[in-house]
């Protein structure tokens, strides 16, 4: 599949732009209008003036993007409802990564043209928060590489809540309090949602946790009681207590209150005892909302898609695999749009410049 | 192996001493005594014949993971540790899970077996493994595989930790684990037991060992009263022949026998029933190795023979304190001395004496010390003449006079013809360094800081003399004075104020280290450089190390 026209989708402004549809995807600069796979900060920004997300994400997007003062204009849209930017059709599927994450699945009606889909960030792995991830047959995918290298494979994900809750029963056996650091959206979430299977015992929250949890429970996701630890005597003797935290209270003074606690972090970078080593804290759980290796390569297959454009993380290595082993047209992000890569930069293309415009372009 | 698998994970994640002292205590506690004995030797370090190479652990995992060689290289550079890098790329490969979980001694005997399998049968083997364990339990079974135990504990944490299991003293649990101690069942109950009849043998005497000497070696009194020889810049040892076996003790008292070999050799042909102290010295062609090379030795048990060809050791003894089996440390020193002179060194050409040194007065003593760096030794040992062998650092009979590290740039002021070997040479100088505040002169003059009269070679003391010679500007008597053009290091072992001298300052004991033919005279230090060193310093000499030396204690725990 070649393609000598211009791409439907083309970087800038931090994300993808579509000229025939004028919008962009997941873009980190103001624009008029962004399609957003989901609300963490390096694919949600500020500022944008209209938003289109998946209807189960619009909850957590208006938290992350709006402002005291103002809500933003939000479309959510339901899975596969298809939604028409001129002459482009873009429609949502689940990508399975947090509540409302989505894949963008962009079609033009001009002859010929390449399907595209964005996965944003997505894995394959169980997970009661999320509708699980669908692979959307394409043309070109463009996916996300965070976790591109065959050592990263991921054990079933009830084993490693049944490890969280066994750490957590040892240390309350010897009296100390659990903290265990994850995201604050989306992860904290799924390890709540994931202790439900082993207790019903209840865990203390961070206060960065508290709304994304409230909206977790509203869209009837059941997660383990909770409270939020700042409206909590700072006296409180926390031994034996789960409490969960983001890593940037890791070391930080919000933690003295919890004495003598050992300290956890669930993430897919615990894989390696080096990094776990490094980190400092006492337990680590390879817990990821990226796609492992082996699903990764799963994914690719099962999209069709004779063209991969990778981003996020050390991309090198799955482009290199992509094309020697499975004979995939396969590109870093960047690269592909550069001078040696299947789209290069058109002379006649005029916006790549303006960027401090949104609406740019040919439209 | 779950059990031993935890172990290794909470050893490799903490940093704590304490901890990980701790998680072996509760580890040797419960685990069955056969496993605990392979623990032992695992965490020690010690070697395990590799059934196969890493090569072929590699190209296996290729095919079985079906990651080519590249990716499997990227993921080795992200991961840094190959048995973990093969465990993780692995992983996903379990076929059929067993819940069989082998003992570690049981993995043991099953690698054993497998060095006497052919190629093909290793391969099946071990891919049969990886296919049933989990990751940990691949990571597990391939640092076997490698004999790469190591997971950031000593022997020496190691020895602690059974030192607590067993409620015995640390050196008994050296000694047991020294020579040819086996792991098995057996062996390590062996390790613990309370019947220390075993031990007894081998069980050095606490050193005796020598304060720093601060003041003027006048305040010891007679020269003659005392007994000095070389502070050799080595590892302090006890070397123990008693009922055929042979022990070598560090300071820090732990069992160095199998770090050399050639004395523990050497020492099977000594008497039994001695006991001698002295020190391991790296030595060739008759003269002690910079202490550089003797540390290429330290802590590398049961040495390759080409580490031993590049760093040959000798055992100097000072001391004898034991002798046909009877614990001789109250006769004085002289007696100790004259019994080991008896036999030693004529025992082996691995063996020396470290001979006294004959000096009429102290400062010959110093002038010798001065030399001390060019030796490769660190100074002088002086020993009371009549002394008993005492315990632990009782002052007054053992002196350490160590080389000082002070050192200056002065200019040279005066030279004075020498007497003795240097005769009519003019290598007795006075140097002077700039007192530009005019302080003790007028500003911007030399003041004299002190005479110096040795550390330079007899090549240099000719270019010196002829050089006096065709330069001098007054003649007083023996003295010459000369224009201050020539700059000299000096080196000297403490300074005090002093007003029989005109800078205010006495050095003591200084010496030439070097001339600096580099250095023009601007370039030289100014008496208020010297007054500094003398307020940092308080006029004393050197640190007290009251303190065991921290390198001696930890020289075999690194
Ligand atoms: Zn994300
Ligand atoms: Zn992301």
């Given amino acids: 599949m070649t393609s000598q026209s211009e791409p439907l989708l083309r970087p800038q402004n931090g994300g993808l732009y579509c000229s025939a549809g004028d919008f962009f995807i997941d873009p980190l600069r103001p624009v008029e209008r962004a399609v957003i796979t989901h609300a963490h900060s390096d694919h949600a920004r500020r500022g944008h003036e209209v938003y289109f997300a998946a209807r189960p994400g619009v909850e957590i997007l208006e938290r992350r993007v709006g402002t005291k003062k103002t809500t933003p204009a939000i479309h959510g849209l339901e899975w596969g409802e298809p939604v028409r930017f001129d002459s482009v059709e873009v429609t949502l599927h689940p990508a399975g990564h947090m509540l409302g994450s989505a894949q963008i699945r962009v079609e033009s009606d001009a002859p010929e043209h390449e399907v595209w889909v964005v996965s944003g960030d997505y894995k394959r792995a169980d997970d009661p928060t999320c509708d699980p991830f669908e692979p959307v047959p394409c043309d070109v995918f463009v996916t996300e590489a965070t976790f591109g290298l065959p050592i990263y494979q991921w054990d079933e994900p009830a084993q490693i809540f049944k490890q969280i809750r066994e750490w957590w029963l040892d240390n309350r056996e010897a009296g100390r309090p659990s903290v265990l650091c994850a995201y604050s959206a989306g992860k904290a979430q799924r390890i709540l949602a994931g202790l439900t299977e082993w207790t019903d015992d209840r865990a203390l929250i961070h206060g960065a946790m508290v709304e994304y949890c409230d909206i977790y429970e509203a869209a009837g996701i059941s997660l383990l009681p909770t409270e939020y630890v700042t409206d909590m005597d700072p006296d409180t003797d926390f031994a034996g207590e789960l409490i969960l935290a983001p890593p940037s209270a890791f070391g930080s003074s919000w933690m003295d209150r919890f004495d003598a606690a050992r300290t956890g972090f669930a993430s897919g970078w615990m894989q390696v005892r080096g990094i776990r080593r490094r980190r400092g804290y006492d337990a680590g759980f390879v817990l990821s909302d990226h796609i492992d290796w082996p699903a990764l390569l799963k994914t690719i297959e099962q999209t069709g898609a004779s063209r991969i454009l990778a981003t996020h993380g050390k991309t090198d290595p799955l482009i290199r695999f992509l094309r020697e082993e499975r004979d995939l047209d396969a590109w870093d992000l960047d690269d592909a749009f550069g001078a040696d890569g299947p789209y290069p930069e058109g002379a006649d293309i005029g916006w790549e410049a303006s960027e401090d415009g949104g609406g740019g372009g040919e439209s | ?558």
Avoid at chain 2, 150 to 170: D, F, I, N, Q
Avoid at chain 2, 329 to 350: M, N, Q, S, V, Y
Avoid at chain 2, 432 to 460: C, F, H, N
């Fill in chain 2, 1 to 558: 192996m779950r059990r031993f698998a935890e172990l290794y994970d909470r050893l490799d994640m903490t940093t704590s001493t304490n901890a990980k002292v701790e998680h072996l205590v509760d580890y040797f506690e419960e685990a069955p005594p056969e496993d605990a004995a392979w623990a032992v030797h695992f965490l020690c370090g010690r070697s395990f014949e590799r059934p196969v190479t890493t090569t072929q652990l590699r190209e296996w995992t290729y095919d079985l993971a079906d990651v080519p060689e590249w990716l499997f290289e990227e993921c080795y550079i992200t991961v840094g540790d190959l048995a973990e890098t093969i465990a993780l790329v692995l992983e996903g490969r379990l076929e059929s899970a067993t819940d069989e979980d082998l003992q570690l001694h049981e993995w043991v005997e099953r690698l054993k077996e497998l060095r006497r399998m052919s190629e093909r049968r290793q391969r099946e083997s071990i891919t049969t493994w990886w296919r049933q364990l989990d990751t940990q339990g691949i990571f597990l079974l391939n640092k076997l595989l490698m004999g790469a135990m190591r997971v950031g504990v000593s022997s020496g944490l190691v020895t602690k930790a059974l030192s607590e299991v067993s409620g015995l003293e640390r050196p008994t649990i050296q000694h047991r684990l020294t020579g040819n101690w086996r792991p098995s069942a057996d062996a390590f109950e062996q390790l613990v037991s309370d019947d220390t009849a075993d031990v007894d043998q081998s069980r050095p005497y606490p050193y005796f060992l020598a304060s720093p000497l601060q003041e003027d070696p006048d305040t010891l009194g007679d020269v003659d009263e005392w007994y000095a020889e070389w502070k050799w810049d080595g590892i302090r040892g006890q070397l123990i022949k008693r009922d055929g076996e042979v022990f070598l003790w560090s300071r820090g008292q732990e069992l160095i026998t199998d770090t050399f070999p050639e004395l523990r050799d050497a020492g099977s042909m000594l008497p039994d029933g001695v006991v001698i102290d002295g020190e391991i010295l790296a030595w060739r062609d008759g003269q002690p190795l910079p202490f550089s090379q003797l540390q290429k030795r330290i802590g590398r048990k049961n040495p390759s023979t080409a580490i031993l060809r590049e760093v040959p050791v000798s055992f100097l003894g000072y001391d004898l304190l034991e002798v046909d089996g009877e614990d001789i440390r109250d006769r004085p020193i002289e007696d100790r001395r004259r019994e080991l002179d008896g036999f030693f060194a004529d025992t082996h050409e691995r063996f020396r004496l470290s001979e006294p040194i004959d000096a009429d007065s102290w400062e010959e003593l110093a002038e010798m010390r001065d030399g001390a760096r060019d030796h490769n030794v660190e100074g002088l040992m002086l020993k009371r003449h009549g002394s008993p062998y005492r315990t632990g650092r009782k002052r007054g009979d053992w002196w350490k006079w160590k080389v000082e590290p002070y050192t200056i740039d002065a200019v040279m002021l005066y030279a004075q013809a020498s007497h003795g070997r240097r005769a009519n040479l003019y290598a007795d100088l006075t140097f002077g360094v700039w007192d530009r505040e005019g302080l003790r002169a007028e500003p911007g003059d030399l003041v004299p800081i002190g005479k110096a009269y040795s550390g330079l070679t007899d090549d240099e003391i000719a270019e010196l003399d002829d050089w006096v010679k065709s330069n001098t500007i007054e003649t007083f008597g023996p003295v010459r004075s000369v224009p201050p053009e020539q700059v000299f290091e000096l080196a000297f072992a403490g300074l005090a104020p002093s007003n029989r001298h005109k800078s205010g300052i006495a050095l003591r004991f200084p010496r030439i280290k070097r001339w600096r033919h580099d250095k023009s005279p601007d370039d030289a230090n100014t008496l208020s450089d010297v007054q500094r060193l003398l307020e940092d310093h308080h006029g004393t000499v050197e640190a007290d190390d009251s303190e065991p030396d921290p390198e001696q204690q930890t020289l075999f725990d690194a």
